[in-house]
């Protein structure tokens, strides 16, 4: 058992899993990686439990039986780990948007530099996105923008998905009280992260827009990121 878990959710990703697994297992520092599938009827858990007998004490699997968002499967990740002796927890999307490579700077940021929460930033050195439409990367930015006026939250990059936590953090936030699962819920985590007072640290990083298999992106996603920054700001999401 590795110190570092990555949490990998998925739902409909046959043609990325078994790259993204060996991608991960083949750096320089080990990781275990634990798979959340929302029960994907194209079969990404059986190409995981394959994989399993190749990599049978660094690779687990969660199978939940339904879809119900992004937040709801890293939380059931997060209480898996947990339970478990990992000391730092890595969110990380299974379609190669988050480069591998970045995993160790993520950790060592944590585990070297002293942050509690450690991001893979797009935004916190100008605008690194590749293979994104401008009308995407100016609503992704400038959604950001928003996020840091109307929570005060000191986070260029507020929306991103590759996120390392000391297990302290989770420990201390609620989970069970966590209130949103698209991007608004990446958002209230690191809100919560910072109204804790933990150590948050960007790190620059290049996000690459998917090549196989479908975005999950929708207009509800958006939608309840937008008014749930609002609901924060207002209601101060209780601790």
């Known amino acids: 058992m590795q110190d570092a878990l990555v949490i990998i959710p998925t739902y409909n990703e046959k043609e990325n899993i078994e790259q993204i697994i060996r991608a991960v297992f083949s750096q320089e520092k080990s990781f275990d990686i634990l798979v959340v599938d929302d029960n994907s009827p194209d079969g990404t858990s059986h190409i995981v439990k394959d994989l399993q007998k190749e990599f049978k004490y660094q690779l687990h699997l969660v199978v939940r039986q339904e879809k119900n968002g992004l937040g709801a499967a890293y939380i059931h990740g997060f209480k898996w780990a947990l ?4 000391d730092y927890i890595i969110e990380m999307d299974a379609d ?3 480069n591998p490579k970045d995993l160790i700077r993520l950790y060592k940021a944590c585990h070297e530099e002293g942050a509690d929460v450690s991001i893979g930033s797009r935004y916190s050195k100008g605008v690194n996105v590749v293979n994104w439409p401008m ?3 100016l609503l992704s930015y400038f959604a950001s923008k928003y996020v840091q006026i109307v929570t005060g939250i000191p986070i260029s990059d507020t929306t991103a998905g590759f996120v390392c936590y000391r297990r302290k953090v989770l420990e201390t936030i609620k989970l069970d009280k966590i209130k949103f699962v698209g991007y608004a819920f990446q958002i209230e985590m ?3 992260a910072w109204k ?3 150590n948050i640290k960007e790190v620059s990083v290049v996000f690459t827009d998917r090549t196989l298999g479908e975005s999950k992106m929708s207009k509800t996603i958006i939608t309840e990121a937008i008014f749930g920054i609002i609901q924060m700001r207002l209601k101060g999401l209780p601790k």
């Not at 339970?83 to 990992?86: A, D, G, N, Q, T």
């Open 83 to 86: 339970e478990r002796s990992y």
């Open 190 to 192: 690191k809100f919560k």
């Open 196 to 198: 804790h007072q933990f």
């Open 96 to 98: 190669f948007s988050h």
């Open 135 to 137: 009308k995407r990367v």
